[in-house]
Nanobody, 124 residues
Framework: QVQLVESGGGLVQAGGSLSLSCAAS????????MGWFRQAPGKEREFVAAISRGGSRAIYVDDVLGRFTMSSDNAKNTVYLQMNSLKPEDTAVYYC?????????????????WGQGTQVTVSS
């Protein structure tokens, strides 16, 4: 079991930066795959970034590659998403997720635990 709480969302202008945090409680999060997903109005939830359990290198959806950086701090049971060069199309509710199941890291339905989400709005 793990509980996740996201923070750091807000309103920014295009080209700006924003940092999201996801604090986990319960079992040490290094035993879970951790991911970031987002959902824009009228669209399905999509993969953004993830780090495999025991790993240190994140994978990303092509749209954010080079702009977003996911990192983890095992001692703090926290993962982060640093977002730079934000675009209006990045506007969405961003969710932190965790799983012990195995499968494609990019698939939302394989994640067992989810935070409440934090709104990110990027103005033009």
């Amino acid at each position: 079991q793990v509980q996740l709480v996201e923070s750091g969302g807000g309103l920014v202008q295009a080209g700006g930066s924003l940092s999201l945090s996801c604090a986990a409680s319960g079992r040490t999060f290094s035993t879970y795959d951790m991911g970031w997903f987002r959902q824009a109005p009228g669209k399905e939830r999509e993969f953004v970034a993830a780090i495999s359990r025991g790993g240190s290198r994140a994978i990303y959806v092509d749209d954010v590659l080079g702009r977003f950086t996911m990192s983890s701090d095992n001692a703090k049971n926290t993962v982060y998403l640093q977002m730079n060069s934000l675009k209006p199309e990045d506007t969405a509710v961003y969710y932190c997720a965790a799983r012990r199941r195995f499968g494609p890291l990019r698939t939302p339905n394989t994640y067992e635990y989810w935070g409440q989400g934090t709104q990110v709005t990027v103005s033009s």
